[in-house]
């Protein structure tokens, strides 16, 4: 009986370094997909999930396990799926896009970008007397069964991940007075993403507003990713929550970007 103990622990262990290798290479990993990958229940899985946790070499969220941080050993950050992102730092999001809500009056035409504190944007407006572009799949999915605004939906080819729509070749029939979008990561380069789809969607989309607006929790300033899709000196504000350090709003403020806060007490800085 020790012995077939002994084995059951080896062999758990064997599986969880199976894991946090497989994540080495990816941001995240699936219940099921392990479950096909192991060759175990899905029970095992989570409670394997569980474990490593625990151990602090990966993180546990909706539906699988994350890489902590999304980043590699290059310290190079991936691109989350949209499902799992969605799910992280929800109400410094919420209060992001609430403030920038506040930013749009009525009777605006606004560009809304795919990435889930942008859909929290798009579920805030949805009422609202607008014109609203957006490349969001689930945003305009959610706009055509609770919304009121004008909504224009982009056209071309469907990528469901990272959950937006767009075309290499046919121009944006729109032109609006903000460009709304977020990012993976933000630093001293500008807006950063992995994703290549994102950054030229962010590349054409920034031609069509007169002012571009960031909504980024403070965790973003953190994670470094492989492309630059904007500069800093085309983004007229960021919007983001109350971690941001001293640092990080110096820096911002001397390249020219006005940040606001939304703060965790709902007061607006």
């Not at 012995?3 to 219940?31: H, T, Y």
């Not at 602090?56 to 992102?85: M, T």
């Not at 605006?108 to 805030?124: E, R």
């Not at 909504?215 to 000196?233: E, G, Q």
């Amino acid at each position: 009986m020790e012995k077939g103990i002994r084995e059951e622990e080896l062999s758990d262990s064997g599986r969880q370094r199976q894991i946090v290798e497989l994540l080495r290479d990816r941001p995240f990993a699936s219940v099921r997909e392990l479950q096909e990958r192991l060759g175990v229940s899905a029970a095992t899985v989570r409670r394997d999930i569980d474990r490593i946790d625990e151990a602090g070499e990966a993180r546990k969220v909706y539906g699988g396990i994350s890489a902590l941080d999304g980043a590699s050993q290059a310290g190079v950050a991936y691109a989350r799926p949209y499902d799992e992102n969605r799910d992280l730092a929800v109400e410094a999001k919420r209060q992001i896009a609430s403030l920038a809500a506040t930013m749009v009056r009525d009777g605006d035409a606004v560009i809304v970008h795919g990435g889930s504190t942008c859909f929290h944007l798009g579920v805030k407006l949805a009422e609202r007397n607008i014109r609203l572009y957006t490349n969001s799949m689930p945003l305009a999915a959610y706009l055509s069964d609770h919304g009121h605004c004008s909504l224009t939906v982009a056209g071309g080819d469907l990528h469901r991940e990272p959950g937006i729509i767009h075309s290499l070749s046919q121009a944006v029939p729109f032109y609006a007075s903000k460009f709304f979008l977020g990012a993976q990561g933000l630093g001293q380069e500008g807006v950063l993403e992995s994703h290549p789809l994102l950054v030229r969607s962010i590349v054409d989309l920034s031609l069509c507003a007169d002012q571009i607006v960031v909504l980024a929790d403070s965790r973003k300033l953190s994670i470094h990713a492989r492309n630059v899709a904007l500069p800093l000196s085309r983004i007229g504000t960021l919007v983001t929550d109350d971690g941001l350090s001293d640092t990080d709003a110096r820096m911002l403020e001397d390249a020219g970007v006005m940040v606001r806060i939304a703060s965790s007490s709902g007061a607006i800085q």
